[in-house]
């Protein structure tokens, strides 16, 4: 009776997954920017806002199909209605997220979804009936990807500093300079977002025909916007939190090593997403962060923090895949 009633509102799922996409992952973005008071909080979050959803709209659908990828065996077998495991797995997902935002975590919303949605073939078929390949593939990408934005942000770093320091002598002329830059590396970053993590929101309520045909254009792009105007609203809402942790609790920075974390970062993100793996934005900036602080010197970290946010991205894709265990088990195999 229970869920009779409340799989009328499962579409809702998607957008509170998108919510939480927004609310954690923006962050990551404009974070330095805010902490370094290079850009007004309000500020950031209109330009995020905005660039996110045109992210979702212009390159969200083409990776659809890499998250159908892991999710479609486990929709395909089970018997049940496609539409009820796409909102467990979209629930599960945001659920996670919404728990560590609110402890100040930097979590990854990609291995949330993807953990919810290995969570889906493990009730229907244990442990064999999750896509294990698919799911190790993304998972050497995930753990290679704070690594790779650190390297990057090094290089970045190392060729530019000396070029500022020889070009931009006048402290007004450096701020004036780095808080555009900002801008600019902050808006690529939230285009990154929308375009990495569009298909994470709402891939599996496509593969279950909410949209359409799963495997038209149109479909897919009714999915990538939703999934856009979902993360938009988080952004909008419940952002101003993990600013905090990413923006001063890891290392400090000056507004040339914000404009070299968020740029590294995007462009590690963007590059992970043109070869069709959803990363975690949140893994890159804390990579770039740190690898900021090494050049620094390793004095300069915050390990308890790190501690704290490697804790959190270590238990994200478990607590996804448990919470959407549970769901399908009390709500639709009951």
Wanted: some cysteine; overall charge positive.
């Amino acid at each position: 009776m229970l869920w009779s009633f409340l799989s009328h509102f499962r579409f809702l799922g998607g957008v509170y997954l998108g919510w939480g996409v927004g609310a954690n992952d923006t962050a990551n973005i404009f974070g330095p920017a805010v902490a370094t008071d290079a850009m007004r909080y309000r500020s950031a979050v209109i330009l995020a806002a905005v660039f996110i959803l045109i992210g979702s709209i212009v390159e969200g659908p083409g990776l659809m199909d890499s998250v159908g990828g892991v999710a479609g065996t486990e929709f395909a077998v089970s018997g049940l209605n496609l539409g009820d495991l796409a909102f467990f797995s979209a629930l599960s997902a945001a659920l996670t997220i919404t728990v560590l935002t609110y402890l100040s975590v930097p979590a990854s919303t990609s291995q949330a979804s993807i953990g919810s949605i290995m969570g889906i073939g493990i009730a229907l078929q244990g442990l064999a009936g999750a896509e294990w390949e698919a799911f190790m593939r993304m998972f050497a990408v995930w753990v290679l990807n704070p690594l790779i934005t650190a390297f990057v942000v090094y290089v970045l770093y190392r060729v530019l500093a000396p070029a500022v320091n020889y070009f931009i002598r006048s402290d007004i002329l450096y701020n004036r300079v780095f808080r555009a830059l900002l801008v600019l590396s902050g808006s690529y970053g939230a285009y990154t977002l929308g375009a990495s993590h569009a298909a994470i929101t709402t891939a599996p309520f496509l593969i279950s025909g909410v949209f359409g045909d799963p495997h038209s254009r149109a479909a897919a792009f009714r999915a990538a916007a939703v999934g856009g105007i979902g993360m938009s609203l988080g952004v909008i809402t419940y952002s101003r939190k993990v600013m905090e942790t990413i923006g001063r609790k890891i290392t400090v920075l000056d507004p040339f090593s914000a404009f070299v974390c968020v740029l590294g970062s995007a462009l590690t993100v963007h590059f992970c997403k043109v070869i069709g793996v959803p990363v975690s934005t949140s893994q890159a900036m804390v990579g770039a962060v740190t690898g900021v602080g090494l050049i620094k010197g390793a004095r300069t970290i915050n390990l308890q923090s790190l501690r704290f946010i490697f804790a959190g991205w270590v238990m994200t894709p478990v607590a996804g895949a448990f919470l959407c265990y549970i769901l399908i088990q009390l709500f639709a195999l009951s």
